[in-house]
């Protein structure tokens, strides 16, 4: 969409959406057990299909997933140094498993180092634009603060919650150094910057609980993969200046996946009727308006087959026998005051219970019926936007 309308494109970091590995593979290459692919099983000077050169990006640098293989740089469609050895952890993470996939490796591959050499290739990806007369759109997914949790030494011990705070110190210094470079290169006056992030904390963020006296969830209820909130609920912070205030926060429901309508309406982009099912335009918050039609009035969130939870305003409805998927200690739910017992489904209403201890649904059954209703609706039709047949999102209220 960006490049129809004249923006230069870069995703630098972690990609994670697939490439076609197949296509390097030599004739009979077999894998090992545990180790996956030796080195040799593959053509490394070959290019690699179905990246994101092949998805809309003019350019690429990173190394897919910092705990798949292969591990070595990417840019573009071909790895800049051809793995020779099997994987092997470097360094040991200083919280949690390296959790790292068998596979081919570059002898001598650190995993601290990924992050910084991530941030420098942005860094310096920024300022190669001041010589280009297009406007440009960076996508930078980091590696951190996924496992595994490997922060540099001169990250280790700022903060008082062991290696994942210390990763996450790193990371803060990582969000400043792009920053710097947009101010440093005459770009912060006319540049979004979108920041958020995927999922809610790994099933490591209980120990960090004993251990730091350290939430990583905050208030929330709930990890990565959990239907609770503090699974899906996510930060989302946006700097456009003259255009949002500092300081300006909204309560209203928007989803990641409403990224798309609000980008196409900024760039006067008419969306095709068979693309962004989901997403809704949320533009007029960002212009600081508390509510207009058209905006989110639900969201459905999943992590396995039937096992949902919708919300709508501040209800939310967990239609399933828990809303946990990642497995949670006994001592966690005692101290907090969590039921401990199982349910057919869960209501909760965030404005007066944000951690979800509350149970509503025997005292609410209308609410849970039109709940349900409404998931069922949405999973019925298939989307959730506003659409009509035939035709596009319309751009009301675009950016003039």
Same mark, same amino acid.
């Given at each position: 969409?960006?490049r129809?309308?004249?923006?230069?494109?870069?995703?630098?970091?972690?990609?994670?959406?697939?490439?076609?590995?197949?296509?390097?593979?030599?004739?009979?290459?077999?894998?090992?057990?545990?180790k996956?692919?030796?080195?040799?099983? @593959?053509n490394?000077?070959k290019?690699? +299909?179905?990246?994101p050169?092949?998805h809309?990006?003019?350019?690429?640098?990173?190394?897919?997933? +910092?705990?798949?293989?292969?591990?070595?740089?990417?840019?573009n469609e071909?790895? /800049?140094a051809a %793995?020779?050895?099997p994987?092997?952890?470097? %360094?040991?993470?200083?919280?949690?498993s390296?959790?790292?996939?068998?596979? %081919?490796? *570059?002898?001598?591959?650190?995993?601290?180092?990924?992050? %910084?050499?991530?941030?420098?290739?942005?860094?310096?990806?920024?300022?190669?634009?001041?010589?280009?007369?297009?406007?440009? @759109?960076l996508?930078?997914?980091?590696?951190? +603060?996924?496992? +595994?949790?490997?922060?540099? &030494?001169?990250f280790?011990?700022?903060?008082?919650?062991g290696?994942?705070?210390?990763?996450?110190?790193?990371?803060?210094?990582?969000?400043?150094q792009?920053l710097?470079?947009?101010?440093? !290169?005459?770009?912060?006056? $006319?540049?979004?910057v979108i920041?958020?992030?995927?999922?809610?904390p790994? &099933?490591y963020?209980?120990?960090?609980?004993? $251990?730091?006296?350290h939430?990583?969830?905050?208030? /929330?209820?709930?990890?990565?993969r959990?239907?609770?909130e503090?699974?899906?609920?996510?930060?989302f *912070?946006?700097?456009?200046?003259g255009?949002?205030?500092?300081?300006?926060?909204?309560?209203?429901?928007?989803?990641?996946?409403?990224?798309?309508?609000t980008?196409?309406?900024?760039?006067?982009?008419?969306?095709?009727? !068979?693309?962004?099912?989901?997403s809704?335009? @949320? /533009?007029? /918050?960002?212009?600081?308006?508390?509510?207009?039609?058209?905006?989110?009035e639900?969201?459905?969130?999943?992590?396995?087959?039937?096992h949902?939870?919708?919300?709508?305003?501040e209800?939310?409805?967990?239609?399933?026998?828990?809303?946990?998927?990642?497995? *949670?200690p006994?001592w966690?739910?005692?101290?907090?005051?969590?039921?401990?017992?199982?349910? $057919?489904?869960?209501?909760?209403?965030?404005?007066?219970?944000?951690?979800?201890r509350? $149970?509503?649904?025997?005292?609410?059954?209308? &609410?849970?019926?039109?709940?349900?209703?409404?998931?069922q609706?949405?999973r019925?039709?298939?989307?959730?936007?506003?659409?009509?047949?035939?035709?596009?999102?319309? !751009?009301?209220? &675009?950016?003039?």
């Open positions: 969409m960006l129809t309308q004249g923006y230069r494109t870069a995703c630098i970091g972690k990609w994670h959406l697939g490439w076609n590995w197949d296509a390097l593979k030599r004739d009979g290459a077999q894998s090992e057990i545990k996956g692919y030796p080195p040799d099983a @593959f490394w000077s290019p690699i +299909p179905d990246g050169i092949a809309g990006f003019d350019y690429y640098f990173g190394d897919d997933v +910092p705990n798949f293989p292969p591990y070595t740089w990417i840019e071909h790895v /800049l %793995p020779s050895v994987y092997v952890p470097n %360094p040991i993470p200083s919280e949690g390296a959790e790292g996939r068998g596979g %081919p490796m *570059v002898e001598g591959w650190r995993q601290d180092q990924v992050m %910084p050499r991530l941030t420098e290739k942005v860094v310096e990806w920024i300022g190669q634009q001041k010589e280009n007369d297009k406007p440009f @759109f996508y930078f997914p980091w590696t951190s +603060p996924h496992a +595994p949790i490997v922060p540099t &030494k001169e280790q011990g700022k903060t008082k919650a290696g994942y705070g210390d990763f996450m110190f790193q990371s803060d210094w990582t969000a400043g792009v710097k470079a947009l101010d440093e !290169n005459g770009f912060r006056e $006319n540049t979004i920041f958020t992030s995927d999922n809610g790994e &099933k963020a209980y120990n960090r609980i004993r $251990n730091f006296q939430r990583s969830m905050g208030p /929330l209820r709930g990890l990565k959990d239907i609770w503090g699974g899906h609920r996510v930060p *912070v946006i700097r456009w200046p255009i949002i205030k500092i300081g300006q926060t909204s309560n209203a429901l928007i989803s990641q996946i409403d990224l798309m309508a980008i196409a309406a900024i760039v006067d982009y008419n969306l095709p009727a !068979n693309t962004a099912e989901d809704h335009n @949320f /533009l007029p /918050l960002l212009y600081g308006k508390s509510k207009y039609d058209g905006i989110r639900a969201h459905i969130h999943n992590t396995k087959t039937d949902y939870a919708i919300r709508e305003g209800w939310v409805l967990i239609d399933a026998k828990s809303g946990g998927v990642s497995k *949670v006994e966690f739910d005692k101290e907090n005051g969590y039921e401990l017992n199982s349910y $057919n489904e869960a209501l909760y209403n965030l404005h007066e219970d944000i951690a979800q509350k $149970n509503l649904a025997a005292e609410y059954p209308e &609410k849970v019926m039109e709940l349900r209703a409404l998931l609706q949405i019925k039709q298939g989307h959730s936007a506003p659409r009509l047949a035939g035709k596009g999102i319309s !751009n009301t209220n &675009k950016l003039k």
